[in-house]
């Protein structure tokens, strides 16, 4: 089964919006949580991660809020702009298992 | 390397064909992944390495579907007697742990189109 949900499968945000994509995972043994961002033609990249220690990481324009009880996280994107425009996966980990679980993407759209 | 490399970055075979893909991840890192990534959709996925460990092959969707890594380094995906839905971009992430806390670094892709 999908181990962590991602929505919305795509977005399109006018320029200086804000961007919020959602995740929701089952597996309370998850215990990191990476934002990755993929630009068409290459390899994700790291984002940005959080814990669940802390309910909120920001980094420059980009912020994870995190809701252990709800088992759920989502990105936000501040005054989006149209280089953010890419496909976002959220991930979790589990020591238990040892490996990564991504979600499905959201193709973003940020329009000028 | 400064990345992760794989190669071929593109590769058209016929149905039926066996084709083999390559990844020759950071070095030093310990921890080597193999992701399948299909038109528009997420990462599935396929096998994992850490060190001489022996791998966790429970992603490999058949018996087709095999990976060595080589030395610690150096891993090879094959796939054989392909078919149409095995038509995808194969992604190889490599990190410097087997944890969490390790950053999963990306390589670009190879792109298996399956005529």
């Known amino acids: 089964q999908q181990q962590v949900k991602q929505s919305p499968q795509s977005l399109i945000v006018q320029k200086g919006g804000i961007s919020i994509i959602n995740c929701a995972y089952e597996?309370?043994?998850?215990?990191?949580f990476p934002w990755y961002q993929q630009f068409p033609g290459k390899g994700p990249a790291l984002l940005i991660a959080?814990?669940?220690?802390?309910s909120e990481k920001k980094e420059g324009r980009f912020t994870i809020s995190f809701n252990k009880s709800a088992k759920q996280f989502s990105l936000h994107i501040m005054d989006s702009q149209p280089g953010d425009s890419a496909t976002y996966f959220c991930?979790?980990?589990?020591?238990?298992?040892?490996?990564?679980?991504f979600g499905s993407g959201t193709k973003l759209n940020v329009k000028p | 390397g400064a990345g992760v490399s794989q190669s071929p970055s593109n590769k058209v075979t016929e149905k039926g064909k066996d084709v083999e893909l390559r990844c020759d991840p950071i070095?030093?890192?310990?921890?080597l992944y193999w992701y399948r990534q299909s038109l528009g959709q997420g990462l599935e996925f396929l096998i994992y390495?850490?060190?001489?460990?022996?791998?966790?092959k429970s992603g490999l969707p058949s018996d087709r579907f095999s990976a060595e890594r080589t030395g610690g380094s150096v891993s090879t995906l094959t796939i054989q007697r392909t078919q149409q839905e095995d038509s995808a971009v194969y992604l190889c992430?490599?990190?410097?742990?087997?944890?969490?806390?390790?950053?999963?670094?990306f390589g670009e892709g190879s792109r298996l189109t399956v005529l």
């Open positions: 070095s030093g890192h310990t921890a």
């Open positions: 390495f850490q060190g001489n460990s022996a791998p966790d």
């Open positions: 992430a490599s990190s410097k742990t087997g944890q969490g806390t390790g950053e999963l670094f």
């Open positions: 959080i814990r669940p220690d802390v």
């Open positions: 597996n309370t043994a998850f215990d990191y």
């Open positions: 991930a979790a980990w589990s020591g238990n298992f040892n490996k990564f679980y």
